[in-house]
């Protein structure tokens, strides 16, 4: 399975303000993703990033609200733009495996808005 | 819409206390079901995938299986260590390499 690292690992953040998520994987993937873990709550996938092209988002989620960048196929970023305390959760970035749809996750960034 | 409940949401065991988790789940064509075990303050970490009804697979004391509407995640004699959140997971449809939808996951604690 891939080595999967994010930065940074947590951060308090002020209101209004917005935060780079980045994601780097130690070998190429094609599809990479981004999920959001409230707390307390499961998983929620965010939207979907190939390299070269837009990302795909779920509903609920917009693209002003949390762009995203994939510049290469070892990279992603996720910003969460004009935070508010309602953005306070787990934001964790997966990659696709070599067997079809198995998924490999990072730690995560714990992020507290204040 | 497809979704994924899992129950018990919190299960505590003494060690060596065998028991089993449910996940149930209704998608429009099965692409594989995922069990994950989850930390506190880590990401989820890979444990099974399965894939037809009467798919069995084992990890140490860990054995997940599937049903037409269900999986179980049966834990055999646990120890401490094996205390975490598990989760399990569907992929979204649409083809391709899809994202998951989670369940909320079953919070187990081994007490020694």
């Known amino acids: 399975s891939a080595v999967i690292s994010q930065k940074p690992s947590r951060d308090i953040c002020q209101r209004g303000t917005s935060l780079t998520i980045q994601c780097q994987v130690d070998?190429?993937?094609?599809?990479m993703f981004w999920y959001r873990q409230q707390p307390g709550q499961s998983l929620t996938l965010i939207a979907t990033?190939?390299?070269?092209?837009?990302?795909?988002?779920e509903s609920g989620f917009v693209i002003d609200k949390f762009p995203i960048s994939r510049p290469n196929l070892t990279f992603s970023t996720l910003t969460v733009s004009n935070m508010s305390p309602e953005d306070s959760s787990i934001y964790l970035c997966?990659?696709?495996?070599?067997?079809?749809?198995?998924?490999?996750f990072g730690p995560g960034t714990r992020l507290t808005v204040l | 819409e497809d979704q994924v409940t899992q129950s018990p949401e919190a299960l505590r065991l003494q060690e060596g206390e065998s028991s089993s988790l449910n996940c149930s789940y209704t998608?429009?064509?099965?692409?594989?079901l995922f069990w994950y075990r989850q930390d506190p303050g880590k990401g989820p970490e890979f444990l099974f995938t399965?894939?037809?009804a009467g798919e069995e697979k084992e990890k140490e004391r860990l054995k997940a299986t599937l049903t037409k509407k269900e999986s179980f995640l049966h834990i055999t004699a646990p120890k401490p260590e094996d205390s975490a959140t598990y989760l399990c997971?569907?992929?979204?449809?649409?083809?391709?390499?899809?994202?998951?939808?989670f369940g909320k996951g079953t919070h187990l604690i081994i007490q020694p």
């Open positions: 997966s990659v696709a495996g070599i067997i079809y749809n198995e998924q490999f």
């Open positions: 070998s190429q993937v094609t599809m």
């Open positions: 990033a190939n390299q070269g092209s837009e990302a795909t988002y």
């Open positions: 998608v429009s064509g099965l692409r594989g």
């Open positions: 399965l894939y037809s």
């Open positions: 997971a569907v992929p979204n449809g649409g083809g391709g390499a899809d994202g998951l939808t």
